[in-house]
């Protein structure tokens, strides 16, 4: 009934281009205390290791708080080059 998280990332890249396993919600407790920077973290990842047609800089200037701007860039240095 129930697969694992190993088995969930293989059926994905057969189907997707970029599958980046980030415990988001854990470095966001870790780090922040709260789950609330969890997506800023995630953000980072993916305007780091895709093509998504927003620049890094644009986004920061978006951030209203420190800890947001802090969480995009644990994102950005979260994972190695892609490949």
């Known amino acids: 009934m129930g697969q694992?998280?190993?088995?969930?990332?293989?059926?994905l890249r057969q189907i997707a281009r970029h599958v980046y396993p980030v415990?988001?919600?854990?470095l966001s407790m870790e780090r922040f205390g709260t789950y609330r920077m969890a997506n800023y973290v995630l953000l980072?990842?993916?305007l780091y290791h895709t093509e998504l047609p927003i620049k890094?800089?644009?986004v920061e200037a978006l951030l209203r708080?420190?800890?947001?701007?802090?969480?995009?860039q644990i994102?950005?240095?979260l994972l190695p080059d892609a490949e």
């Open 23 to 26: 415990n988001a919600s854990q």
């Open 4 to 11: 694992s998280t190993s088995d969930l990332i293989g059926r």
């Open 56 to 58: 890094r800089d644009t």
């Open 75 to 77: 994102g950005f240095g």
């Open 65 to 72: 708080s420190d800890e947001e701007k802090e969480a995009l």
């Open 44 to 46: 980072g990842v993916v």
